[in-house]
């Protein structure tokens, strides 16, 4: 069995590939890693998404944490940063969440919280994975007393609500605007946030039924919520993903606002109110040329890290700087939470908006973007292996990046949450990308979709 856990904690298709017994194993493992010995009650706190396996899921979760004498306090229905941020609010050792973010419902995921609201790092995954492998692990099991008890927050979207309606420095009042809930965990929180900051929210999109997150909706398939917008005649639309740590926008004319343009809005906004630490925002490699040129017009330090926001996270902590993302949506405003958190960005964005009295539309018109097409292929966990050491694959990578020369790049990754393998081209010519991108997906089809 290869490594477990990905860019973002562990996916899989629920009770197949991510099963109880491993969620189960998942409990027992980070309870023995992640507790401190000096306390005799460890308590963990663990929420989730909408989808019906995630009861399923949590339940072993929680059967392998009390089994070692864990204490845990089960917040429901809830968005990821949710989690990431009641971990300290309940003085709580650790915290999980599961969920599979942005994927489709039979897929479900264990993520995991270090006491500091932080995803774990490498070091930590690695010893808690190496404890699930090892079938000879014996753990020491408590009994009467001295097993672990589950309680229930009654107050935890409350709670969570509240601190990001505190970050808010403006009223949302008189703002016309619809949320797209993706039928996830924004369910629980985003209609009491929308309304305690005062904004005139239609929610959307949140009727979950264990099997329609993320389904047509959400932050992945924004194209409904475009057209509400625009028929309604709205200020502007926010779309999340299925557990909320992804926050995308339309403009009042139905254009797609993704996370490099939220970014340079909320970059601008920062430097101009000294609050830009280091005068820096940390991006990933599939951050567009545009946000990089934007940075360069606005002398704004750009650093680009590798995919997943858990990279963009650690290079603002090395750095001490307190602003990054991803163009999926993935924002951190680490002055104010310890991960992404679709919701907060989306009070952030609006409060600049209501303070300047623009549209997004002339908002974004701060950063010019370059075309960029991606193409997504079904490849096998064999396959995206093998692609790393394919001859034929890299050559024509290679060849790729001669015919694009310096006005364009193309970036070629395996997900670290999905089984696909991402072609992405960038450049002037959206001919000529869009050929490249084809040409390059043609042959890792042929070559790698049949291992």
Do not use: W
Not at 129 to 158: F, W
Not at 311 to 321: A, D, N, P, S, T
Not at 413 to 418: F, H, K, L, Q
Request: aromatic content about 6%; proline content about 2%; hydrophobic content about 40%.
């Amino acid at each position: 069995m290869g490594r477990l856990f990905g860019t973002d904690g562990i996916r899989g298709i629920a009770n197949t590939e991510l099963t109880c017994e491993l969620a189960f194993n998942v409990g027992r493992a980070a309870a023995a890693v992640l507790t401190d010995t000096s306390r005799k009650r460890p308590t963990f706190v663990i929420g989730s998404d909408t989808r019906a396996s995630s009861d399923m899921l949590c339940s072993a979760i929680v059967a392998g944490l009390c089994s070692l004498g864990a204490d845990v306090i089960q917040l429901g229905v809830i968005p990821t940063p949710a989690v990431a941020f009641l971990v300290g609010k309940y003085k709580a050792d650790a915290g999980i969440m599961v969920s599979a973010s942005h994927n489709p419902a039979e897929f479900n995921g264990i993520k995991i919280f270090g006491g500091n609201g932080f995803k774990l790092p490498d070091m930590l995954e690695e010893r808690i994975e190496e404890l699930i492998l090892n079938g000879n692990t014996v753990y020491e099991r408590p009994t009467g007393k001295d097993v672990g008890r589950l309680t229930l927050a009654a107050s935890a979207a409350k709670d969570y609500v509240d601190h990001v309606a505190s970050t808010s420095y403006y009223s949302l009042e008189g703002l016309n605007i619809a949320v797209d809930c993706a039928n996830g965990s924004a369910s629980s929180t985003a209609r009491l946030l929308f309304k305690k900051l005062g904004a005139n929210a239609k929610i959307l999109y949140d009727k979950p039924n264990g099997a329609n997150i993320n389904d047509n909706c959400g932050s992945t398939h924004i194209s409904a919520l475009s057209q509400y917008v625009v028929e309604h005649k709205l200020d502007c639309g926010i779309a999340f993903d299925g557990d909320a740590d992804r926050c995308l926008c339309v403009d009042e004319k139905g254009n797609v606002i993704d996370g490099d343009f939220i970014m340079a809005i909320c970059a601008l906004d920062l430097k101009r109110r000294g609050k830009l630490a280091g005068n820096t925002v940390v991006g990933t490699i599939m951050s567009n040329f545009g946000f990089t040129k934007f940075c360069e017009e606005n002398d704004i330090r750009f650093i680009a890290t590798k995919v997943g926001d858990r990279y963009v996270l650690e290079e603002m902590l090395l750095g001490e700087f307190a602003f990054g993302g991803e163009q999926s949506g993935h924002i951190i405003f680490k002055d104010f939470a310890t991960t992404g958190d679709g919701q907060l960005t989306a009070v952030q964005l609006l409060s600049i908006a209501k303070h300047s009295g623009k549209k997004l539309s002339e908002l974004s018109e701060v950063m010019t973007g370059y075309p960029q097409t991606m193409i997504n292929l079904k490849i096998s966990a064999e396959g995206k292996i093998a692609f790393y050491t394919d001859k034929e694959v890299n050559l024509k990578i290679e060849e790729a990046k001669e015919t694009l020369g310096k006005t364009g790049r193309i970036v070629v990754r395996p997900s670290g949450t999905e089984p696909l393998i991402r072609v992405m081209v960038e450049g002037m010519d959206t001919e000529l990308i869009e050929r490249v991108a084809k040409n390059v997906a043609d042959v890792i089809v042929s070559r790698l979709a049949s291992k």
